[in-house]
């Protein structure tokens, strides 16, 4: 009964490679969220999708394509992999408003 | 814009011990306050918030105030156990925003 579910949890590709995160949420949120953490651990938005509409973009590389196929999924693919895209992903929900944001595990994203 | 600072970590403890991890905050509107927490491998948890001035959030022993004069949202409790060792984050989130706005987050370490 995971509420916010992230697939793979580990992720290790080469460079130049194209890759795919998938996230659900079984909590009934409008409203779901990507996070990058980077090595020091900050956490940034990427992207906010409201009931399948894209609401936020924030100064992502175009490399990076969110698509929700229904407000219970958000996934991340991501094409032409970098070494600076090492990071963990978090994927968010949470309803609309500024109610609290629920968070699953994360995916650790590692380039060789 | 919108940002939050947190003190700098680590931070090391004995059991036992008082604990206050510093937050303050700029915002353009009137923010809602969170504090986040991180446990190693985990992804993040609400652990409290507070939505108003002067609303105190309180959660497992921890507790913050919404201090508006101040634009503060201190950490505080009043004997840390070793499970309490985890990265902890501030975070808001404007009304109709969409997203958080995290701190640089804080590690706190709790030695037995």
């Known amino acids: 009964d995971t509420a916010v579910s992230q697939t793979p949890k580990y992720l290790v590709t080469q460079m130049g490679n194209d890759k795919s995160i998938k996230c659900e949420q079984n909590l009934g949120h409008d409203t779901m969220y990507w996070y990058k953490q980077d090595s020091k651990k900050f956490l940034k938005i990427m992207f906010s999708?409201?009931?399948?509409?894209?609401?936020i973009n924030e100064t992502v590389p175009n490399r990076f394509s969110p698509k929700s196929p229904d407000k219970a999924h958000l996934n991340l693919h991501i094409n032409s992999l970098e070494l600076g895209d090492s990071a963990v992903y978090f994927c968010?929900?949470?309803?609309?408003?500024?109610?609290?944001?629920?968070f699953g595990d994360g995916t650790r994203l590692s380039i060789l | 814009g919108d940002s939050v600072t947190q003190m700098e970590g680590p931070v090391t403890l004995s059991e036992e011990a008082f604990l206050t991890i510093n937050c303050t905050y700029t915002?353009?509107?009137?923010?809602?306050l969170f504090w986040y927490v991180q446990y190693p491998g985990e992804g993040l948890q609400l652990l409290l918030k507070?939505?108003?001035?002067?609303d105190k959030g309180s959660n497992k022993g921890f507790e913050a105030t919404y201090r508006k004069e101040t634009t503060s949202f201190h950490l505080e409790k009043g004997s840390v156990q070793v499970s309490d060792s985890a990265v902890y984050f501030c975070?808001?989130?404007?009304?109709?925003?969409?997203?958080?706005?995290f701190g640089q987050g804080t590690r706190l370490t709790i030695n037995p």
């Open positions: 999708y409201n009931n399948k509409e894209l609401i």
């Open positions: 968010a929900s949470s309803q609309a408003g500024n109610q609290p944001q629920h």
């Open positions: 975070a808001l989130t404007i009304q109709g925003a969409q997203k958080l706005v």
């Open positions: 507070a939505t108003k001035a002067d």
């Open positions: 915002a353009t509107g009137y923010p809602s």
